[in-house]
Every structure is written in structure tokens, then in C-alpha cells.
């Protein structure tokens, strides 16, 4: 019998590698980039430190190629939307990494197997994975399959800005003050820490917390909460229409 959350034979493997359109030549690469850290001391980290920056490189190149007429500020734009967690978690669960992730019976129980930062740890620590077995072609090739048909089919302008930016200009849009962020907390060891930020629009005695793996992160979180809120409710100006 497999152990807790270890894929039963090759089955589960061999479909997501189908789903990559990627054989790795070293397997043990692929179980690495799949454990969590919870489960082994042989855990994802460090390719998932590698994988953020092929990711960011394989993107880039793909955006470079596909919006060949576009400047930097918007290019930055859409592959800030690319790489972010939110877009990572749909990719993750597209590949069915839920299913073959190994994590420790606590973290499983406590429903790591499907909390949005460990699934886009994990697709990144898979891209790093797959650079160290194939090089950068073969991760580009990767990013293509699973990014292509998003950039391909789309035009630039339907990219929406990032949250923090939409915020911002709704705000000002209706002569209010931009809004304030702050750290609420911090938790977790330094290398690993999630962030705790508060979103404050002080005019309309409003707040939203977000949480994330970067200040930054938790900032768009909690600006995209506030959005939210605002376009449910009557304040000056009438709803926002996107």
C-alpha cells in the first residue's frame, strides 16, 4: 500500500506528465517538485525558488513573441497577471495536482492539498523541475502549453490592471483619497512567511484584510476585497462599470 497522499504506481504521474506535454528523464525531480514540506526534508523549496524564476523568463518570452507591438508598461501588466498566485492556483488545479501532491497527514487534513499558495508553490517548483531535467526549452515549452491558449486568444486591452490599481483609480474617479495599506502580521519561518495586510479607505470607514506570500501579494489580496465591497455598495458615484 502507498503511503498518505504518495500516488498509487505511476497512473497519477504519467497523466500529469501528459498533461505538461513533458517526460521527465529523472523522476525523482518530478516527486521532489510534488512534496511538500510538511512530508519530507526532500521537499519543493528550492525548486520552487527556481521555478518562480523560470516562470517569470518563459513569460516573459512568451508575452515578447505574442504582443510584439505593445510597450513595457503593458507587457509588465499581463505577466504580473500571469505569474500571480490566483492565475497559478487555476493552472494547478487544471493539471489535478491536488491529486498526486504528498504532504503530511496533518497539513492534508488540514486541506493544504488545496490552499491556493501551496498549489502555485508547487506549479512553480514543477517549472523548476522540469528546467533542471530539459533545460529552458523544454520549461518554455511547458509555459506554452499551459499559457498559450490564454495569450494567443487575447488582446492586450483584456488584461484587466491589477488590483491595487483598479483601486486607486475608482477612488479617484469619485474624488476620494487613495487608500492606505499597513501589515497587520506576519507568520511562518522568514524563508516561508505569509502576509497579513489591512486595506483602509478612511472616507468611507472601510476595511479588507488579505493574506499572502509577499507584502505585495497581500496588498492586490486585500485591495481586490475592497473592490469588491465597494462595487456592492452605494457610495458616491454610483457603481463602478467595467
Known amino acids: 500500500m502507498s503511503p498518505p497522499n504518495e500516488p498509487s504506481g505511476d497512473t497519477r504521474l504519467e497523466r500529469l506528465q501528459q498533461r505538461l506535454g513533458y517526460w521527465f528523464e529523472q523522476p525523482c525531480l518530478l516527486h521532489r517538485a510534488l512534496t511538500h514540506r510538511s512530508f519530507s526534508a526532500d521537499h519543493n523549496e528550492r525548486l520552487e525558488f527556481l521555478g518562480d524564476a523560470v516562470l ?3 513569460v516573459s518570452s512568451l508575452l515578447y513573441e505574442r504582443f510584439s507591438g505593445s510597450d513595457e508598461g503593458d507587457l509588465t501588466r499581463v505577466r504580473a497577471h500571469l505569474v500571480r498566485e490566483e492565475s497559478l492556483h487555476r493552472v494547478a488545479v487544471a ?3 491536488p491529486e498526486v501532491m504528498r504532504l503530511s497527514d496533518g497539513e492534508a487534513r ?3 492539498g488545496q490552499r491556493p499558495s501551496i498549489l502555485a508553490d508547487t506549479v512553480e517548483a514543477i517549472l523548476g523541475a522540469v528546467y533542471l531535467d530539459g533545460g529552458f526549452p523544454a520549461a518554455a515549452h511547458v509555459l506554452q502549453r499551459l499559457y498559450g491558449d490564454t495569450i494567443n486568444g487575447a488582446d492586450i486591452a483584456s488584461f484587466g490592471k491589477d488590483a491595487k490599481t483598479e483601486l486607486q483609480e475608482w477612488l479617484q474617479g469619485r474624488k476620494l483619497p487613495v487608500p492606505s495599506y499597513r501589515i497587520e502580521s506576519t507568520r511562518g519561518q522568514a524563508h516561508a512567511q505569509t502576509f497579513e495586510v489591512v ?4 472616507a468611507l470607514r472601510l476595511s479588507e484584510m488579505g493574506e ?3 507584502r505585495r501579494q ?4 486585500a485591495a481586490r476585497k475592497m473592490l469588491a ?13 467595467s
Open 56 to 58: 517569470g523568463l518563459a
Open 110 to 112: 488540514s486541506g493544504g
Open 229 to 241: 465591497t465597494l462595487r456592492a455598495s452605494d457610495v458616491p458615484g454610483g457603481p463602478l462599470r
Open 218 to 221: 497581500a496588498e492586490q489580496e
Open 212 to 214: 499572502g506570500r509577499s
Open 199 to 202: 486595506c483602509e479607505v478612511p
Open 95 to 97: 493539471l489535478g495536482l
